[in-house]
Each structure stands twice: as structure tokens, then as C-alpha cells.
């Protein structure tokens, strides 16, 4: 099952519903906002299946981050092996976290705001997971049970702010800088694709998802023993060789330019490369 988050004008405003995607056609799941309310009413899975609501075609929607307002999203860096290589690290023995906040979150088709303050706008393509069942010191074995299911996600990375520290987070929640979608696969639809990014139709990043450090079973369980998993929070699993930093000479996004971040079996973020208004 693919659920998405529609916008749609109505009375001279924007508003959000849910939906369920059925080949080209979008059908409302009366009742909720968005995915990530959706995942937070009990019985959410048999509720989309059955949702008969108001029906809209695919083409042309006007897609919101497929969970717009997660509770937290916990990102991992150096998670998968090639990109550990070109950035001169060590494999890690441990999950390395970070957090990103839902006002960086854009929807798959939106444009990506380059900041004023950096020169230097960074793609890094990633499998997100999204928490579909509550839970806290999750066992590893049980954690697939509490995954909803999968997304698109590019953690665009501002990397002079990034490494201005050795903490990250300043580099990469920036606002309206990363694109989430366009659709919530749920878990027993995906088991692995083909993760890559273009930029202006030249491919940067391709990589299996499946070929990482930490599994996504491995870390719905590490993060949960650190804090609760709420349905409809984000772990954005790491990104995969080819980043423009680690390029020589590095190579950072453009004004105008066009970002594709594709996962096969979830689909296609396309985000235009603006500058900030």
C-alpha cells in the first residue's frame, strides 16, 4: 500500500489530507490530515485499506512531505561503506546520530531553498523509515513489526555550517531543505531497491539500500533504546558514495538546477534549486 499526503485548495486555502494511492488515482482517507496522523490512530493500516473518501488523479498533485510533522527525525551518518571510504572515516562500531527538525522538510516536487548563508548545499540521498507502532527498548527481532514502512528522503547538507563543529545538526535541519516522499511504502511492499541521484540528469549517487553498516531493523532498536519510537517519526538511514564534498574538484548545488533522489520500488523526488526568498 503507497500513502501519501495531498494538498489542496480549499476556500482560498491550502489544506492536507491523506491519501491512498491506487495506480493514478488518489483516494482520501477521511478524517486525517496527513500520514503521520493517520499512523497515530489505532487500526491505521485497515483504515486506509478500506478509506473510500473523495478521489483525485496522481498527475499533477501537489504533494506534501509524505509525513509532514513528525515527532523526531533521527538521522545516521556514515552508514553505508563506500561513503565511508571517500570521507576518510572509520567503519563505526556504533550508530552515528543526528537530528533534523520538520520545518527542513519540503514535499518531493517542492522547490529546495539554497540558503544565503551557505555556498556550499551538499545532496546525500537516503531510505527513510517511518515508525508505524510505538515502542522502547525494541528488540531487534520485534523491530520490523514497528516500522510502518519506507520513503524517499535527500538530507541536503550544508557542509560549511556542518563542519564549523564537530556536531553536525547546524549543517543539516536548515529550513525547507529537504525533500520526504513522495509516498509512504508500507513494509511488506519494499525490501530493498536501487538508491541513486542525479543532478541535472548526471548521476551522482547509486547504490543498493540493502548495502549498509546498520540495518534498519539494527537501528529502529539502538534508537529506541535511547528514546521512545512514536508512530509516524523518521529515521533517515545514511547515504551512499558520491556526495559532492568528497568529489575533487567538490561540487555543491546551483541555482536552477534539478535534484533527483530515487529509490526503486518507492519512487522519485524532483526538487528545482531556488535561492531562498
Known amino acids: 500500500m503507497r500513502l501519501l499526503t495531498l494538498r489542496l485548495p480549499v476556500e482560498g486555502k491550502t489544506v492536507t489530507r491523506a491519501v491512498r ?3 493514478t488515482t488518489l483516494t482520501e482517507i477521511d478524517g486525517f490530515a496527513d500520514v503521520g496522523e493517520l499512523l497515530r490512530s489505532a487500526d491505521w493500516e485497515a483504515t486506509a485499506k478500506a478509506a473510500a473518501g473523495a478521489t483525485h488523479p496522481l498527475e499533477g498533485a501537489d504533494l506534501a512531505a509524505v509525513v509532514p510533522s513528525p515527532g523526531k527525525i533521527i538521522c545516521v551518518g556514515h552508514n553505508y561503506r563506500n561513503h565511508i571510504k571517500e570521507m576518510g572515516r572509520e567503519v563505526p562500531e556504533f550508530p552515528t546520530l543526528f537530528a533534523k527538525y520538520q520545518e527542513s522538510l519540503i514535499g518531493p516536487n517542492d522547490d529546495l531553498a539554497l540558503p544565503q548563508e551557505s555556498s556550499t548545499v551538499d545532496w546525500e540521498s537516503e531510505l527513510a523509515v517511518v515508525i508505524g507502532k510505538k515502542g522502547r527498548r525494541i528488540s531487534e527481532a520485534d523491530a520490523a513489526d514497528h516500522i510502518a514502512g519506507y520513503a524517499v528522503l535527500n538530507d541536503v547538507s550544508m557542509r560549511d555550517y556542518q563542519f564549523r563543529t ?3 545538526l547546524q549543517g543539516k535541519t536548515w529550513e525547507k531543505s529537504t525533500p520526504f516522499g513522495p509516498a509512504l511504502v508500507t513494509r511488506d511492499e519494499f525490501s530493498g ?3 541513486t541521484t542525479a543532478v541535472d540528469g ?3 549517487q547509486q547504490t543498493p539500500t540493502n548495502d549498509v553498516v546498520f540495518t534498519p531493523e539494527f537501528l529502529v532498536s539502538y534508537i529506541s533504546t535511547i528514546i521512545t519510537l512514536n508512530p509516524g517519526d523518521v529515521i533517515a538511514t545514511g547515504t551512499p558514495g558520491g556526495v ?8 555543491y548545488l546551483q541555482e536552477g538546477q534539478i535534484l533527483v533522489t530515487t529509490i526503486e520500488g518507492l519512487g522519485e523526488l524532483k526538487n528545482r534549486v531556488v535561492k531562498e526568498a
Open 166 to 168: 564537530i556536531q553536525w
Open 21 to 23: 494511492q491506487d495506480g
Open 202 to 204: 548526471e548521476i551522482q
Open 193 to 195: 531497491g536501487l538508491m
Open 244 to 251: 559532492g564534498h568528497a568529489q575533487d574538484p567538490k561540487r
